[in-house]
């Protein structure tokens, strides 16, 4: 069993940053792939990117490409999302997620543990 629970949501203007940060309990944090998701007012949970246990591979959505970041610390037990140029669209509540499988997961559907949420707001 893991337990996430996400933090560093906020308010931001538009071009600004914010990082999220996932906190994993147990540990057996490093046998677990990590993604973040994202879900905006009368949309469906999207991809936003994943790493693999290590750290060492990386995908991400086209949309967020080039802006975002993830990186992982495997002795805190900690996924992060480093956010910037946010924009108006990038509003949503984000998930973080765990994947016990190998390779780097995109579909909701191959998570195994989910975290609450937090929310982020972009204004323009």
């Known amino acids: 069993q893991v337990q996430l629970v996400e933090s560093g949501g906020g308010l931001v203007q538009a071009g600004g940053s914010l990082r999220l940060s996932c906190a994993a309990s147990g540990r057996t944090f490093s046998s677990y792939s990590m993604g973040w998701f994202r879900q905006a007012p009368g949309k469906e949970r999207e991809f936003v990117v994943a790493?693999?246990?290590?750290?060492?591979?990386?995908y991400y959505a086209d949309s967020v490409k080039g802006r975002f970041t993830i990186s992982r610390d495997n002795a805190k037990n900690t996924v992060y999302l480093q956010m910037n140029s946010l924009k108006p669209e990038d509003t949503a509540v984000y998930y973080c997620?765990?994947?016990?499988?190998?390779?780097?997961?995109?579909?909701?559907?191959?998570?195994?543990?989910w975290g609450q949420g937090t929310q982020v707001t972009v204004s323009s």
């Open positions: 790493i693999n246990r290590s750290g060492g591979s990386t």
């Open positions: 997620a765990a994947y016990s499988g190998y390779g780097l997961g995109y579909r909701l559907s191959e998570y195994d543990y």
